[in-house]
């Protein structure tokens, strides 16, 4: 997929077991140059990215790269130029069907059950985002207590199920060429069977010049079988 003046896509790393264990989004280091601007009539543009075919499945369906020039709300904590990195358990046409508007509202913001939010997250008020979900954010983050954004890890909801999960991270964090890992902490359950990260990672690549985006540490969360059924779970 083009990006700026470079190229973006998704790569799976695996075990000896041929079980995936880190679920990446690399970009060429030309994607960081050339990017769009914010005009008055586009403040985010969208790059959708699929899952090479040749992985083992993941349970994740797609990836959707978005870049914000100015950042989105809050003010003065995210309004600097950066990633958001949606990582979809729920089809392109599920999550382009949702919305927060009309009949499906109330539905739509349903609050998920404590089970499924990681200790100490909360979703604020106003996180709502069309074709995207509501978003449950880590106010320990270092944003919130004046250090500056420079990348964090959200959950995503929508009618009470987790739908994804978004690393976000700076552009000027980027460019500085980390190699990071952050653990993160995990809900008792999911809504859907995949393997989710424990963690999620920012690196470049100085070889292949190339930066990644990266979930870590995936572990497998199967969707219990209803009492007196036959079939397997998902995943």
Known sequence: MAVGNGTARVIVATNDRDEPTVLSVVLSAAALQGLPEASPSQAVWVY??????????????????????????????????HFDVHFYVIDEAAQNAITFVGAD??????????????????????????RMGIHAIDPAGGEFHGQGFSH????????????F?????????????????????????????AWYPTGYGIGF????NEYRIDLTGLQRFRVPVPAGTQ????H
């Open 205 to 208: 690549d100085r070889i292949n």
């Open 231 to 234: 079939a397997a779970s998902s």
């Open 105 to 130: 509202r109330e539905a739509a913001m349903q609050a998920p059950d404590q089970a499924l939010m990681a200790s100490g997250y909360v979703i604020p008020p106003d996180t709502e985002v069309e």
């Open 48 to 81: 959708g990215l699929k899952l090479p075919a040749a992985a083992p499945d993941t349970g994740f369906s797609h990836v959707m790269l978005d870049w914000n020039p100015a950042g989105h709300p809050p003010a003065d904590i995210y309004t600097v130029a």
């Open 152 to 163: 964090t890890f959200i959950y995503g909801y929508h009618k009470g199920e987790l739908v």
């Open 165 to 193: 999960v978004e690393p976000m991270v700076s552009l000027a964090f980027l460019q500085s060429e980390p190699e990071v890992t952050v653990p993160v902490r995990v809900p008792e359950r999911y809504s859907f069977g």
